[in-house]
């Protein structure tokens, strides 16, 4: 079975561990991935990304989850072509799909993709504290 072949872009400070994605079934596709994002300040917005080329065609839907409700985490799809958070923050990039909730300790996005599209998920802090994050992958 095909493996999703994705690593986390470190941006700021990011740890954690990749892993393989697997299938669920023929007609569905599941990965996840955890890591941190580092503190941001009124300058600096820190963030983190995930590379991934959809193994199938439908809708890709991403699921992000955090512990702390005091931490403000946003998340965005863009192509690959995106190169950091600074040109997604600027408005250089392309924005497939956004979450943009101020309260709770999730994000949702979700997004037609076709087979082999190359898409970047990108985890922005916008708190000045660290944050441990998972990003949950599924596309049907």
Do not use: H, Y
Not at 8 to 31: N, Y
Request: overall charge neutral.
């Amino acid at each position: 079975m095909k493996r999703l072949a994705a690593c986390f872009v470190v941006v700021g400070v990011l740890s954690g561990a990749c892993s393989g994605g697997s299938p669920t079934g023929p007609d569905a596709f599941t990965d996840s991935r955890s890591g941190s994002v580092g503190a941001s300040s009124v300058t600096v917005i820190q963030g983190a990304s995930v590379d991934l080329t959809a193994p199938r065609a439908g809708t890709l839907t991403a699921n992000l989850t955090w512990g702390s409700s005091s931490v403000d985490l946003d998340l965005f799809l863009t192509g690959t072509s995106c190169a950091s958070e600074t040109a997604l923050i600027a408005g250089n990039c392309t924005i497939l799909a956004r979450s943009e909730t101020s309260v709770g300790t999730s994000e949702r996005i979700t997004q037609s993709v076709s087979s082999g599209q190359a898409v970047r998920l990108w985890i922005l802090n916008f708190s000045p504290a660290a944050q441990g994050f998972t990003v949950n992958v599924d596309i049907r």
